[in-house]
């Protein structure tokens, strides 16, 4: 699409804040407005359009199709998204351990792995299943329901960064993290790349996975600073 606009600007809407171009408000793919919670993320949305050039390239507007997902798919499929997100209570990476034949890499993930896992069994009173290899082991009830909850009681706008969270680190616990402010994307990234960088250590870089993880470090980082920038 072709950049059809010259000026950008936010304004009130009510309890919100909306995205103008050339006076107009910005409308999502479901015809909402884009209205947003806080007026540093309504800024910082603002900046994206203004950035764009003469061609409007989706994929460098990441903080408005975060807003998108909240306003289109959350508000309309909240129930659905949030078991999404949730589901990962019953299947977080961190409770997989590289089996018997590999303590090295076991003794390295406890290490890193362990101390996330006590954050969480402290804040939230539950208890984990670790599980060595990659089959399937239920967690416990209590802990899949607290978690659960916990994603419930977020708003739309956490949620839309939630669901890009765990699908980008395959981490509940880790998303929990930064949603608490307890953790930095800086402290969890390597943490939820833990093998594929340990496999670097012993066998070298692979170009083409390093630059994937970039691209995914960018989007974690996005969905993070849209974390902070909606909260009231």
Known sequence: MKRFFKDVSVAPAGEAYGVLLDGRPVKTPQRNALAVPTSRLAEAIAAEWAAQQEDIVPASMPLTGLAQGALDQVASERDRIVGRIAAF??????????????????????????????????????????????RYQSQPVATIERLTKMVEVQDDF???????????????????????????????????????????????????????????????EAATRFLDLSRT
């Open 89 to 134: 209570a019953d299947s977080d990476m961190l409770y997989y351990r590289a089996d018997s034949g590999q303590q090295a890499l076991i003794d390295h993930q406890a290490e890193r792995w362990d101390p996330l896992l006590d954050w969480a069994q402290n804040r939230y009173d539950v208890s984990f299943n670790l599980i060595h290899g990659i």
């Open 158 to 220: 956490a949620v839309a960064a939630m669901l890009s969270l765990v699908g980008l680190s395959g981490s509940l616990i880790a998303t929990l993290a930064l949603v608490e402010q307890t953790h930095s994307p800086e402290t969890l990234w390597p943490l939820v790349n833990l093998e594929e960088l340990w496999q670097e250590q012993q066998w070298g870089r692979d170009d083409q996975a390093f630059a994937a993880r970039e691209i995914k470090r960018a989007e974690v």
